[in-house]
């Protein structure tokens, strides 16, 4: 049942990104609304297929590379509609859209079977800190889908082009606070992922660190927005500089999620 959810939603996150695309060039406002509407219908989709996926495993369904992809498009999705919630940034659901899809699609063609628990893994902390560190990494995407639509914007407007882009997408102010709130909401988030995580390895391996690629990893991504951040409040950081790095330090965070589990040995080689 939980499959079928998973295809149902993936299929709603398609036709909401079509329907995306379409008022992206015809910016239609009542096709903009539907969208919307679509995009929320797949999210609620999505989150009886975890539901489902939850009773059908006995744990939460975040442990093997399918699960962690699927949850992570999830709370990409949620992490936007919240965000809509509160402040309207044009276009940015058209962006948020394909991520989702590109997302779901990758966790389509990745193995579906439910793998037993390892002991390590038998613990609390799993929903805990492994929730909080993805849900970080979705406020994180929309920090970079909001510096690439910067770097979109401000390349037409030094070129003195307005093409595609530049009717099409917020100006560069918004851009950069819509930087500045997912930086600001994904940040804490991220430390207390780091955090949970620390207690959690004292807790199975009977240290706090180790310097395991994943968690050498996790600290060099976590430096690079704590950097963002100090630079920020500090010296006022703002613009091309602060959405290049916001860029950088999501490539880093992706990394971290996947790219250490299949490239690197160590205690944390079960994630892949």
């Known amino acids: 049942m939980s499959f079928v959810l998973f295809q149902i939603s993936c299929i709603v996150y398609l036709l909401s990104t079509a329907t995306y695309m379409v008022y992206f060039f015809s910016e239609k406002k009542q096709i903009r609304q539907l969208a919307r509407q679509v995009f929320f219908v797949a999210a609620a989709l999505h989150t009886l297929n975890i539901l489902f996926r939850y009773l059908e ?6 442990t093997s590379h399918h699960e962690t992809i699927s949850f992570f498009a999830w709370a990409t999705a949620w992490s936007y509609l919240s965000f809509r919630w509160r402040y309207t940034v044009k276009n940015l659901g058209t962006f948020v859209s394909m991520l989702v899809v ?12 439910i793998i ?9 902390w ?25 770097l979109l914007q401000e390349r037409e407007i030094k070129q ?35 955090v949970t995580g620390i207690l959690w390895a004292k807790q199975a391996w009977g240290a706090y660190w180790h310097w395991d690629p994943k968690e050498t990893w996790s600290l060099v ?3 690079l927005y704590a950097g963002v951040m100090h630079q920020r409040f500090t010296i006022g950081w703002r613009g091309r500089r602060a959405a290049m790095i916001s860029i950088i330090a999501f490539v880093s965070a992706m990394f971290t999620l996947w790219g250490v589990s299949f490239l690197m040995k160590g205690v944390h080689t079960y994630a892949s």
């Open 160 to 194: 003195k082009r307005f093409g595609l882009f530049y009717s099409r997408l917020p100006s560069l102010e918004v851009l950069d606070k819509l930087n500045h709130h997912c930086l600001s909401a994904g940040f804490p988030l991220l430390t207390l992922g780091l």
């Open 102 to 113: 590109l997302l779901m699609l990758v966790a389509a063609f990745s193995s579906r079977e």
């Open 57 to 62: 495993a006995g744990h939460t369904p975040i």
């Open 116 to 124: 037993p628990l390892s002991p390590v893994l038998q613990s609390w």
């Open 126 to 150: 799993l929903p805990v800190h492994a929730s909080i560190t993805l849900v970080a990494y979705a406020f994180l995407a929309l920090s970079c889908i909001g510096g690439l639509m910067y």
């Open 221 to 223: 991504t976590w430096f």
